[in-house]
Antibody
Framework: QVQLVQSGAEVKKPGASVKVSCKAS????????ITWVRQAPGQGLEWVGWVGVYVPDGDYAEKFRGRVAVTTDTSTDTAYMELKNLRSDDTAVYYC????????WGQGTLVTVSS | EIVLTQSPGTLSLSPGERATLSCRAS???????LAWYQQKPGQAPSLLIY???SRATGIPDRFSGSGSGTDFTLTISRLEPEDFAVYYC?????????FGQGTKVEIK
């Protein structure tokens, strides 16, 4: 069965970076892209970016451009999202999801940014 | 950026009633790439509908999606107790792939 398993919760200080992983199993990793979405506490869903089969360098929401990078490691079927120069308003649960729309989702990774 | 506006913000209904959720796009989604998700507290979202009207695997037929252009609807024909949740629409035809702000379906 398709599964996306994300890395554990992180606590970071403002200005630091965080790298969240998303390990895929149960399907051929190279035939689907991976989308990243975040959800601040009590808020809605926000699209961060994605890496696709034909978009290996990723596409990103404008507000994250220059601070975020999404990558994949096909040797381990793992996707990564790195967010740099963290601010307090980056505190959120970060989700990975399969494909351009998410037919399967990871369990989420809480990233807390606090001094 | 395409803005998706969902209405109403909250829908108060009883089990067995019909729920009609709206999602309006700021410009036409000519690619028909619109999805609906359900999210329950403390859980990741789960896909209900993709390509406007195609049900995801395992989704019961009381959930249906419709619409075209700028106006889209998710209909739950008869609410079951497990359907009370927050629902989001998302367009994935254009970058950035935006979400609506959500509609909460609560028990009346």
């Amino acid at each position: 069965q398709v599964q996306l398993v994300q890395s554990g919760a992180e606590v970071k200080k403002p200005g630091a970076s965080v790298k969240v992983s998303c390990k895929a199993s149960g399907y051929t990793f190279t035939t689907y892209g991976i989308t990243w979405v975040r959800q601040a506490p009590g808020q809605g869903l926000e699209w961060v970016g994605w890496v696709g089969v034909y978009v290996p360098d990723g596409d990103y929401a404008e507000k994250f451009r220059g601070r975020v990078a999404v990558t994949t490691d096909t040797s381990t079927d793992t996707a990564y999202m790195e967010l740099k120069n963290l601010r307090s308003d980056d505190t959120a649960v970060y989700y990975c999801a399969r494909g351009s729309y998410g037919d399967f989702w990871g369990q989420g990774t809480l990233v807390t940014v606090s001094s | 950026e395409i803005v998706l506006t969902q209405s109403p913000g909250t829908l108060s209904l009883s089990p067995g009633e019909r729920a009609t959720l709206s999602c309006r796009a700021s410009q036409s989604l000519s690619s028909s790439q619109l999805a609906w998700y359900q999210q329950k507290p403390g859980q990741a979202p789960s896909l209900l509908i993709y390509d406007i009207s195609s049900r995801a695997t395992g989704i019961p037929d009381r959930f249906s999606g419709s619409g075209s252009g700028t106006d889209f609807t998710l209909t739950i024909s008869r609410l079951e107790p497990e359907d009370f949740a927050v629902y989001y629409c998302q367009q994935y035809g254009y970058i950035p792939r935006t979400f609506g702000q959500g509609t909460k379906v609560e028990i009346k």
